[in-house]
């Protein structure tokens, strides 16, 4: 199943085959459109000459943040968003050893398969990754990819119930994309109601 967060084929194609441009994707996911957030990995991959987690952790900060703010820019602040991927690159290879699946593939500390839990932990590990956006990609994980660890919908909450379109993980095209809006726009205006 080809992932649709951006609308376009050459952006999702990134997202749906490497899983650490869809880690890179959702870390760019604030403070500006779902659809131009995701599609950053695709920028920098056309200017690196791919998407590789080791080369974008060596590349020369100045270098990198210049590469991210080369127009169409990578998000609305390339430098410091440019310092977090290099910094989330960097935990995926020194954690990881460059393989972002080990995240939700290496057992926990009892030899046991990881569940949501651990995989949870592990995300909120990352750098950038705070706990709503962690939750939001686990239920991106579990609801699109079919990375379910046991007990996952339990600890990403409201954003693991099946059918909801409350966030990024429930956004499959322009459809659901609108209906993931407007349930975000009801939510802050019921928050501004009861403040």
């Known amino acids: 199943m080809t992932l649709w967060l951006t609308g376009d084929d050459d952006a999702d194609d990134l997202l749906t085959t490497d899983p650490f441009a869809l880690l890179v994707g959702m870390l760019l996911d604030q403070q500006m459109q779902m659809e ?7 920028k920098i991959a056309a200017r690196m000459d ?3 987690v080791h080369r974008i952790a060596d590349a020369d900060p100045d270098a990198f943040a210049a590469l991210c ?23 995926v290879v020194a954690t990881y050893d460059g393989d972002v699946t080990r995240i939700w593939t290496d ?3 009892d030899g046991a398969a990881p569940d949501g839990p651990l995989v949870l932990k592990r995300l909120k590990a990352l750098p950038g990754f705070g706990e709503q956006k962690a939750k939001i ?17 339990e600890v990403v909450g409201a954003s693991g119930e099946p059918g909801s379109r409350r966030s990024d993980a429930d956004v499959a095209g322009a459809v659901s994309l609108g209906q993931v809006r ?14």
């Open 50 to 52: 791919g998407f590789d």
């Open 107 to 109: 057992p926990g500390p």
């Open 69 to 91: 703010a080369t127009p169409p820019a990578v998000h609305r602040y390339p430098g410091s968003m440019a310092g977090r991927i290099q910094a989330v690159a960097r935990e």
């Open 137 to 153: 990609f686990l239920a991106l994980l579990g609801k699109q990819i079919g990375v379910e660890p046991a007990g996952w919908r």
């Open 36 to 42: 131009i957030a995701f599609a950053g990995p695709a």
């Open 182 to 195: 407007e349930t975000k726009k009801a939510l802050k205006a019921a928050a501004r109601a009861g403040a």
